[in-house]
């Protein structure tokens, strides 16, 4: 009797139908951009392309100098990726229908792992769907109940969620700070936390935000002294930094850092990513990685474009050098103009403008300029120092460059951010 009539003499039932998860959709109901931003019309996020990842975008049928992109090599838009995708397509379909670990594998997936492990100096690289996947998966997994893990606090949020899924404990140490990381390893020694246990340093190679470098010389030096393991996410190293292969590679550290993962979706032209380290540990990472396990292995396109990638990262350096060039002509050009571009010396590079509603508005007004480039607000920077964050390939010319400059300064200064 759900129609709440009585039957039978019986008094009518609860009706059995209740309105579903009013508690559950009221933060649904709640949610909106703040009301300054959208009383001014100034949200810049999920702005649709209407061409591919180059130097110029067109977005409403309207041109912008690309600032915001990481492809840092200039090569998701290349004849020769796209072609190896396509020929992938061809041989092996759009999908893999499964899992590595059940019937998902192909011969380019086994390719592109030998590939990696060779190019990266290591024995033996686990290739994932995203780079995502690659820390939430493998950090996780390495992580039992007496093990510490060790984070950055500005680690990348997949990091932070793989060691939030794992049973260790977690530490957070000050971004880009050995002295505070060697304080709390002592403290954990003094207090025998984690005896018996293992620890895993992780860090960014370079910060995806505000472009530093990590010292990882010194991180290397501690983790020796207190028996940790070193975990180096090189999303933004690898084709930028050390030859290619990496911060590690930079800094001469190669055999001191244990776990390397990279992702493909930015030098590496694709979608997906790779952790890589000794056999032992990879096929350990293959067989219990639940982000591996339970979920389809990386598409034969994917995989092709990224296979690629790695050819030609290693055959022409040149790519590398002009991205270094545009590198060091737009850090030049901002310091020149009195922007504030924090510490970085990569290819990303952060204007920090302070208030979020103010990046915005200069991302917005940027946009209208004729120039593409990525608010960043808090929560992922500190309160008070947002940023706008740009980032450059080695496709862009300094016609583009000095174009965004100019732009940059007229609207700086109608912001008062530069004098
Ligand atoms: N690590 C870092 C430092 C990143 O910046 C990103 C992507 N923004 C990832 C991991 C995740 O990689 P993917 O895009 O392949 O999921």
Redesign the pocket.
């Known amino acids: 009797a759900t129609n709440g009539q009585a039957t039978n003499g019986q008094p009518a039932a609860a009706p059995r139908v209740r309105p579903a998860g009013i508690a559950l959709f009221d933060k649904v109901k709640a949610y909106d951009i703040p009301a300054k931003i959208k009383a001014a019309g100034v949200w810049t996020y999920f702005r649709a392309l209407e061409s591919a990842q180059d130097p110029e975008v067109y977005i409403d049928g309207k041109k912008l100098v690309m600032l915001g992109s990481?492809n840092y090599l200039g090569l998701t838009n290349d004849p020769r990726v796209k072609e190896a995708a396509i020929d992938a397509v061809r041989r092996y379909g759009t999908g893999c229908a499964g899992s590595r670990l059940l019937n998902g594998t192909m011969k380019i997936h086994e390719e592109l792992e030998e590939k990696l492990a060779d190019f990266m100096g290591k024995q033996a690289a686990v290739t994932f769907s995203?780079?995502?996947?690659?820390?939430l998966g493998t950090i996780s997994c390495l992580l039992d109940r007496r093990d510490i893990v060790y984070l950055d606090k500005q680690?990348?949020a997949?990091?932070i969620d793989g060691a939030r899924l794992g049973l260790g404990e977690i530490r957070k140490f000050r971004h880009n700070s050995p002295a505070d990381l060697r304080r709390m390893m002592q403290a954990d020694e003094a207090s025998d936390a984690g005896k018996g246990g293992g620890k895993l340093v992780v860090v960014?190679g370079?910060?995806?935000m505000e472009g530093d470098i990590c010292p990882l010389p010194e991180i290397v030096d501690i983790c020796k002294d207190y028996g940790a393991a070193v975990m180096v996410?090189d999303?933004?190293g690898i084709g930028v930094l050390g030859d290619g292969r990496g911060t590690s590679r930079h800094f001469g550290v190669d055999d001191d850092v244990q776990l390397i993962?990279g992702?493909?979706?930015?030098s590496m032209a694709s979608?997906?990513?790779f952790v890589c380290g000794d056999r032992e540990t990879m096929d350990f990472v293959k067989h219990r990685a639940r982000t591996n396990m339970f979920s389809a292995a990386p598409s034969p396109a994917n995989v092709a474009a990224a296979s690629i990638a790695v050819d030609i990262m290693k055959t022409e350096p040149e790519r590398r050098e002009k991205l270094w060039k545009n590198t060091q002509f737009m850090l030049a050009g901002f310091r020149a103009l009195g922007f504030d571009t924090a510490d970085s010396n990569t290819p990303v590079i952060p204007v920090v403008v302070g208030e979020d509603f103010t990046a915005f508005a200069m991302a917005t007004r940027l946009h209208q300029e004729g120039v593409f480039v990525n608010a960043v607000v808090s929560p992922a920077t500190p309160p008070g120092r947002a940023l706008l964050r740009t980032s450059y390939m080695a496709t862009h010319e300094e016609s583009h460059l000095s174009f965004a400059l100019d732009k940059f300064a007229k609207v700086g200064r109608e912001f008062g951010v530069i004098a």
């Open positions: 990481n995203t780079g995502f996947q690659v820390n680690d990348h997949c990091i960014d370079v910060y995806s996410d999303a933004h993962m992702t493909f979706s930015k979608v997906g990513g």
